[in-house]
C-alpha cells in the first residue's frame, strides 16, 4: 500500500513539474510578445482615428457615410487635410453633400483635396486655385501630347512661329510647368481613355498667361512636353532656330570701304573740257 503512495505521489509530482515547465513557457512567450508589441508602439508612435474611403469611387459620385470608415493611422505621418471628425467631413446644416473630385481605391484617405466642400459640384471651377482661369488649348498628334496625357500632369509649351527680327521660324519655351485641369471634356484621370486622341487640353493659368496663350495660338504653332517634376520650372530663355539647330555660323559680311574720291581742275582746250594735274576739293 506504502509503495502504491509512493508512486501516485511521484507521479503527481512530475505532473505538477510539468505544468509548471509549461506554464513559465507560455508566461515567457506572453512577455516577449508584449515586447514587441511596445517596440512597435513606440516605433509608429501614437496611432489616432481618420476617415477613410470604404470602396472605390468615381468622379463625380456623392459622398455618404456609408462610403467612409475610421481606421487607425499615425500620427507623426498624418496629412494636414485628412479628415478625422465626422462634424468637419459632414457638417450639420450643410448646403448639400460632398462630391469625389477624383477617382479614389478602397482604404485611400479621405483628404479635402479629394472632395468638394459641402454643396459644391464637381465641376471644373473646383480644381481652380484662387487668381487662376482655365484656358483651352488645341491640341493633335503633331503638338506631342495628344493621346497620353492625363489630368493633374505638368507641361511645358513652346511656340513656333515668325518675328519680325527673325530670319525663318524660330521656336521658343513661353509656359513652364503648366497645369492640366481637363482632357477634353475630362476632369479625371480616370476618364481619359488612352485609345483616344485628345483634341483639346485645358490648364490652368493666370490672366498674363491666358493673353499670351492666346496670342501664341493666334500667331504661330503651339507644341507641348510633358514635365515630369512639377515643382521643375524653367526660368531662362530658350529659343531655336534652324542655323542654331543645325549649328550654321552665319559669316558677317563686312563692306570694302569706298575709294577716296579725288577731283581734278579742269581747262579748255579748243572746244573741249579736260582735267589737269591740280587736285581742287569735290563740290558735287
Known amino acids: 500500500m506504502r509503495a502504491i503512495f509512493g508512486l501516485v505521489l511521484l507521479v503527481g509530482l512530475v505532473l505538477a513539474g510539468g505544468a509548471v515547465y509549461m506554464i513559465q513557457g507560455y508566461i515567457a512567450q506572453t512577455e516577449q510578445a508584449l515586447q514587441r508589441e511596445r517596440e ?7 496611432l489616432v482615428e481618420v476617415y477613410v474611403f470604404k470602396k472605390a469611387l468615381k468622379y463625380g459620385e456623392t459622398l455618404d457615410k456609408e462610403d467612409v470608415q475610421l481606421i487607425y493611422w499615425p500620427e507623426s505621418a498624418l496629412p494636414k487635410t485628412i479628415f478625422r471628425e465626422e462634424a468637419e467631413l459632414f457638417p450639420e446644416n450643410a448646403k448639400g453633400p460632398r462630391y469625389v473630385m477624383r477617382a479614389t481605391e478602397a482604404f485611400e484617405p479621405v483628404l479635402a483635396s479629394r472632395v468638394t466642400e459641402p454643396g459644391e459640384l464637381a465641376g471644373l471651377t473646383a480644381k481652380l486655385q484662387p487668381g487662376m482661369r482655365a484656358f483651352a488649348i488645341q491640341v493633335n498628334v503633331a503638338s506631342g501630347v495628344s493621346g497620353f496625357v492625363q489630368p493633374d500632369d505638368f507641361i511645358d509649351i513652346y511656340w513656333t512661329g515668325n518675328t ?121
Open 40 to 46: 512597435f508602439n513606440a516605433k509608429a508612435g501614437k
Open 164 to 284: 519680325s527680327t527673325s530670319d525663318g521660324e524660330i521656336t521658343r519655351l513661353i509656359e513652364s510647368s503648366v497645369q492640366i485641369i481637363a482632357v477634353d471634356n475630362a476632369f479625371n484621370e480616370g476618364q481619359v481613355s488612352s485609345s483616344s486622341n485628345a483634341r483639346t487640353v485645358t490648364v490652368a493659368a493666370t490672366p498674363e498667361q491666358v493673353a499670351r496663350l492666346t496670342q501664341a495660338q493666334s500667331s504661330g504653332r503651339l507644341t507641348m512636353s510633358l514635365v515630369g517634376d512639377s515643382t521643375e520650372v524653367v526660368s531662362e530663355r530658350i529659343e531655336i532656330d534652324t542655323n542654331t539647330m543645325l549649328g550654321i555660323e552665319q559669316e558677317e559680311v563686312v563692306a570694302a570701304p569706298e575709294p577716296e574720291r579725288v577731283c581734278y581742275a579742269k581747262q579748255r582746250k579748243g572746244g573741249e573740257l579736260v582735267d589737269t594735274d591740280i587736285v581742287i576739293p569735290c563740290t558735287d
